[in-house]
């Protein structure tokens, strides 16, 4: 099974200040990974996929195999960022999201 | 993409009693999911719904507790059976493999709230 870990379930900054949410995976090969966010009282939804090397809202993550990471980051957060995200491996017979960082971000 | 839809939105329910959530899609899938996600949890994947065949179960998940049903391949739908009040939680319904998406992500649905008294 392709799994990732997000080791901080909780995760607060300041408006403004940097914020890099964590994720490892464990397993080999050519991961394909993303990230996916839920705002409150909204669905779950995609918010990048490593593959595209986009930037969204600000964010970006690299996938860093030497370290098997694909931290989400963003320069400055802000008020709207605060939300539940979750990384996940692709859709598949097994998939296991990441027990997901809830972001607070402080005014 | 896809819209996904989740009907109900939300149940109150009495224990013993089931419940039964339909998730419609726009447009044909070749995965859905059915996942659980309980206050200030993660999600947990409850089973794979396949087309015309039995849904593939999650450890610590069964089909006499979660008969699942997908008849085609834009509709599923979850039953939570003979419930308690440990099963209240958002039950939500994904799709993944759309035929016109390159990658791999999931779309996900609004989600059931489900509270059992």
């Known amino acids: 099974a392709q799994r990732v870990t997000q080791p901080e379930k909780l995760l607060s900054v300041f408006k403004g200040a940097p914020v890099e949410l964590k994720c490892n995976y464990s397993y080999s090969g050519s991961p394909e990974l993303f990230w996916y966010v839920q705002y409150s009282r909204q669905r779950l939804q995609l918010l990048l996929r490593?593959?595209s090397r986009e930037s969204i809202k600000g964010f970006t993550a690299d996938l860093n195999k030497g370290e098997t990471s694909f931290h989400l980051k963003k320069p400055f957060a802000q008020e709207e960022d605060s939300a539940m995200y979750y990384c996940a491996p692709p859709t598949g017979n097994q998939f296991y999201f990441g027990t997901g960082t809830s972001l607070t971000v402080i005014p | 993409s896809a819209v996904i839809s989740q009907k109900p939105s939300r149940d109150i329910c009495q224990r013993g009693t089931s419940l039964t959530i339909q998730c419609q899609v726009d447009?044909?899938?070749?995965?859905m999911f059915w996942y659980r996600q309980q206050p200030g949890q993660s999600l947990t994947l409850i089973a794979t719904a396949n087309q015309g065949s039995e849904a593939t179960y999650e450890s610590g998940f069964v089909i006499d507790k979660f008969p699942i049903s997908r008849p085609n391949l834009t509709f599923s739908t979850l039953t939570v059976s003979n419930m308690s009040p440990e099963d209240s939680s958002i039950y939500l319904c994904?799709?993944?493999?759309?035929?016109?998406?390159?990658?791999?992500?999931?779309?996900f649905g609004p989600g059931t709230r489900l509270t059992v008294l």
């Open positions: 994904s799709v993944g493999g759309l035929a016109l998406i390159a990658g791999n992500e999931q779309f």
């Open positions: 447009s044909q899938v070749t995965m």
């Open positions: 490593h593959i």
